[in-house]
């Protein structure tokens, strides 16, 4: 079974410093996976994912997350926070086998001015 | 190009009746799928298109819930007799292979339904 958990259900982080958003799996095979980011009113926009190769991947705004296969983890990462950051994440995995998407629970990021 | 298109992008309805939600994908996407965003919930998979044919149906919480999908196009998601815990966002995406595996999903805006 495909599961995926985002503990933290708010993240507040002050302009300019850097920001991290936790994101954990658990699947029965290989992991692909997926940052998207909803802003309100809006549907899902995607930002970054992860099928195999470099640990470390880029994806759009600045964003960046790390595959941790020994951890189980895919934390997304930014550098310098904006204000325009400011909105719910998702964390997604799928994996062979399965026809649709897992999502987390999101994560409310807050950017302080 | 133009993304998925979702229609109506709000419903108010009263319990009991039936409704008709609509999802346009992106053109030449062969992959469909709705989910459901409850509040304070993550998305929950409703249901998976392969073309017209749906092989994954295992999402839809009852059979109130039906979609069908036409000319490898537009698709349609239809609540009947809705029940106020069916209030939620209706969130529609659609992909380029016939399995979601590792293509990105892209996400229509949404219809927001409430069930009074």
């Known amino acids: 079974a495909q599961s995926v958990a985002q503990p933290e259900d708010q993240v507040n982080v002050a302009e300019g410093n850097p920001l991290t958003v936790k994101c954990t799996y658990s699947v029965s095979g290989n992991p692909y996976l997926f940052w998207y980011v909803q802003y309100p009113n809006r549907g899902l926009q995607f930002l970054l994912k992860y099928i195999t190769g470099d640990n470390l991947v880029k994806g759009s705004y600045g964003f960046e997350a790390e595959f941790n296969k020994s951890q189980t983890s895919f934390h997304l990462k930014k550098p310098s926070a904006l204000v325009s950051d400011s909105a719910l994440y998702f964390c997604?995995?799928?994996?062979?086998?399965?026809?649709?998407?897992?999502f987390g629970t999101g994560t409310r990021l807050t950017v302080i001015p | 190009g133009a993304g998925v298109s979702q229609s109506p992008s709000n419903k108010v309805t009263e319990k009991g009746k039936d409704v008709e939600l609509r999802c346009d994908p992106i053109?030449?996407?062969?992959?469909l799928y709705w989910y459901r965003q409850s509040l304070g919930q993550g998305l929950e998979f409703l249901i998976y298109f392969q073309g017209n044919s749906a092989p994954d149906k295992s999402g839809l919480p009852s059979d109130r819930f039906s979609a069908e999908r036409t000319g490898g196009s537009v698709s349609t998601l239809t609540i009947q007799r809705t029940q106020q815990e069916d209030s939620a966002v209706y969130l529609c995406a659609s992909s380029f292979l016939d399995r979601g595996l590792g293509e990105t999903q892209y996400f229509g805006p949404g219809t927001r339904l409430l069930v009074l």
């Open positions: 053109s030449g996407h062969t992959a």
């Open positions: 997604a995995v799928t994996s062979t086998g399965a026809n649709n998407l897992f």
